[in-house]
Every structure is written in structure tokens, then in C-alpha cells.
């Protein structure tokens, strides 16, 4: 009986503390599990929190990316902008040195030059289509008339030298200078682009001298122009008739003028 009884209270003292064993692995169960769910929105929270700070950081890429073009649209604007008034300031300065040129025209026809005195002579005008020579141009300017000749027709590059070809464009120039305009005043101006000068020479002024000098000489001994009628100036650089900011145009701006003064020799 005493036996019975002891493995009675035996086993019921184990099953208690079984109970009490299950009970407090329930707990630690519902503990972990409030911890992980509680580390779980915490690790929503933090996945909400960069979603909008991403979503920030693409609003603002994108505002500074409609800035940036803003901008570069703002720029190409100033640059045209700019473009536009050089090129106006350019045609501007181009338009003033042929107003002066004309000027300083009209001033030598009310003027003495190498002793004879000028006399208008309003036919020129209508003598101007008797120059057809190819590879020149001329032209009505102001109370003159203006014989363009191609440096690179004449001469060997940035020299004084004629090439033989120049000695054709030369003798048709005598011939209709002499038919033409047998008693006028004429000029020889050299140009010249704003390239430097190799030697001998020392400056552009100097080289479109010795251009106008060269064609001057050929003239009066090789095709007997009376030297009295003749003027020789060197220009350099002063006059270009258009931009030398590209080849073509300095290219033009080389040039020998034979300039037909409505004035008489006698």
C-alpha cells in the first residue's frame, strides 16, 4: 500500500513538472515569436523607408536632369547669340572699310596727283564692259572703276615672282588699258591676306608693295606704259574684301587692283 502510494505521488509530481516544463516552452515560443514578427516590421519599416528615399533620389536625378537641359539649351542659345553679332560686327567692319575706301576715292578726284590735274570723266561707266579678260573681275566703284587680279594668277605663293601664265592676264590688261583708257590715271594697288610673310619680307605691307612694284615694272618696260600714269601703293592687309577667316576668303583677299581714276594725263 505504502509502495502504491509512493509511486503515485512519483508520478504525479513528474507530470506536473512536465506541465510546468510545457508551459514554459510555450512561452519562450510566443517570446520568439513576437521578437521575430517585431524584427520583421522593423525590417518592413526600413524597406518602406528606402523605397521612398529612392523614390526621392529618382525625383531629384530627374529635376537636375531637366536643369542640366535647361541649361545646355541656355548655352546654345548664347552661343548662336554670339555667332550671329560676330558675324554682323564682321559684315559691319567689311561695309565701313568700303565706305572709306570710296571715300578716300571721291577725295582724290577733287585732288592733284603726280601733277595732273583730275578731271571727272563720267564715261568710265559706260567703258566698263570693255574689260572681259578672264580670271579678273571688274568693277563700278564709286567714280573709279576696279580691276581684281588674283595674287595666285600672278605670282608664286606669298612671293613676288610671276608665274609664266601671269604674263597672259598682264598683256591683255596693257591692251585695254591702252585702247580704253588711254589717257586716265591708274593705280596699282597690292593686298594682301593676314597670313605671316616668310623672307625677305618683313611685313604684309612690304609684300603687297613689292607685288604692286613687280606688276608696275612689268607695265613700263615689258608692255611700254607711259610710268607717268601709274600710282604704286601697297596696302597689306587693310583692305580685305571679305572675312580671312577661311582659306576661300583669304584666298580673294590676295589680290593686285589696277584702279582706272576718272582723270585725265594732260
Known amino acids: 500500500m505504502f509502495r502504491f502510494c509512493c509511486f503515485t505521488f512519483v508520478s504525479l509530481a513528474l507530470a506536473g513538472l ?62 548662336r547669340q554670339l555667332s550671329d553679332t560676330t558675324n554682323q560686327l564682321a559684315q559691319s567692319q567689311e561695309m565701313a572699310k568700303e565706305q572709306q575706301q570710296k571715300v578716300q576715292t571721291m577725295m582724290a578726284s577733287t585732288q592733284y596727283r603726280g601733277g595732273a590735274v583730275i578731271r571727272p570723266n563720267n564715261s568710265l561707266t559706260s567703258e566698263l564692259n570693255k574689260i572681259q579678260i578672264p580670271g579678273v573681275t571688274a568693277k ?85 606704259m607711259n610710268p607717268s600714269r601709274l600710282v604704286v601703293v601697297g596696302h597689306g592687309t587693310n583692305h580685305p574684301v571679305v572675312s580671312n577667316a577661311t582659306p576661300a576668303g583669304q584666298q580673294k583677299n590676295r589680290r593686285v587692283d589696277l584702279v582706272i581714276y576718272p582723270q585725265s594725263d594732260n
Open 18 to 79: 512536465g506541465c510546468n516544463q510545457n508551459a514554459a516552452w510555450r512561452q519562450q515560443q510566443v517570446v520568439a515569436q513576437q521578437q521575430t514578427q517585431a524584427q520583421i516590421a522593423e525590417f518592413e519599416r526600413r524597406a518602406t523607408g528606402m523605397d521612398a528615399s529612392n523614390q526621392d533620389l529618382h525625383s531629384q536625378l530627374a529635376q537636375a536632369q531637366q536643369q542640366t537641359k535647361i541649361v545646355q539649351d541656355e548655352l546654345a542659345l548664347v552661343r
Open 140 to 224: 563700278q566703284d564709286g567714280d573709279v572703276i576696279r580691276i581684281e587680279i588674283p595674287a595666285d594668277a600672278l605670282f608664286q605663293p606669298g612671293t613676288n615672282s610671276l608665274i609664266p601664265s601671269s604674263d597672259n592676264i598682264l598683256s591683255q590688261l596693257t591692251s585695254t588699258l591702252q585702247q580704253n583708257f588711254p589717257q586716265n590715271k591708274v593705280g596699282i594697288e597690292g593686298h594682301t591676306d593676314n597670313q605671316p610673310v616668310k623672307p625677305p619680307y618683313t611685313s604684309n605691307h612690304q609684300l603687297s608693295a613689292s607685288m604692286a612694284q613687280t606688276v608696275f615694272d612689268q607695265l613700263t618696260s615689258r608692255y611700254r
